[in-house]
């Protein structure tokens, strides 16, 4: 069976195809298990060689998923696999409104109408966020019963794809799953644009012995996700039973609320004697009005029944990103 990621080159993209491959198979669009004998990494970027973990199995293809045909050209066989990660990130969204719907919106519905052409109803992952959530009747815990006002470009992209997945599986298009995320730490690398870079960068740097500056105030408090339970939960919501799943396709992944304040203090104490850079809040009034309008704190209810995998507590999260980055 042949798998397909987009955004497969970002960080999480190349996390959930090594976990693929090393697996070795997934759910076909009958249910069964299929060996997994190819894999295509698509991303508007590649690197000339595959990224370490990676075959000759693997085949990176550069493009837009903006482009019908390139989607088209991607999704060619009725047996495959289908991961949509690709994604305009909610700061750039945020100032590109024309972007965000290009590569949100028009992106995600030409993976979804190159799927429904296969004839032959394929699974489909798509990695929606908790920015789908927002507003005035967002007066407590978000969750899956909860209903979505965005408050940004992005979330609102999100949120639609969310209602066409529904619509497609119930159609018989596609057999769809949305995996919504919380915020996800700790992301290796530069600092992108997302909104919510600071909270992977207040880790990232200071372990690295650079200085950090937080846009918002230490009380700010967000529901985040280690990066080994996104890619498992991802892995383990496409293999979910669709029975199970109901005709409510997105499912709010299990995370935990925490202030920065409380981020901050992990990293301290997970780091011990190591030497961190300086950490200063900064104010910027751009990132303080995106994040005023994300949740608190979000319910995972229905991840759970359905076995999706949970962090035991955030010092485990800092934990993992000194042993897979810092100390690799």
Known sequence: MKVVITGGLGFLGQRLGRLIWEKGSLAGPDGAQRPVSSMVLFDVAVP???PDGFDDRTTLV?????DPTSVRALIDTPDIAVFHLASVVSGEGEKDFDLAMRVNLDGGRHILEACRALGSRPRLLFASSVATFGGAVMTGPVG????QTPQTTYGMTKAVLELMINDYTRKGFVDGRSARLPTVIV????PNAAASSFFSGLFREPLNGVDCTIPVPLSVRHPVIGYRAVVEGMRALYEADGAAIGDDRAVTLPSQSVTVEDLVAALRRVAGDRALGTIDVKPDPFIEEIVATWPQAATSERARAL???ADPDLDSIVRAFIDDYVDA
């Open 48 to 50: 000339a060689t595959p």
């Open 144 to 147: 899956d019963g909860v209903k």
């Open 187 to 190: 992301r290796p690398g530069k």
């Open 62 to 66: 550069q493009g837009e998923i903006a």
């Open 307 to 309: 076995g999706l995998p």
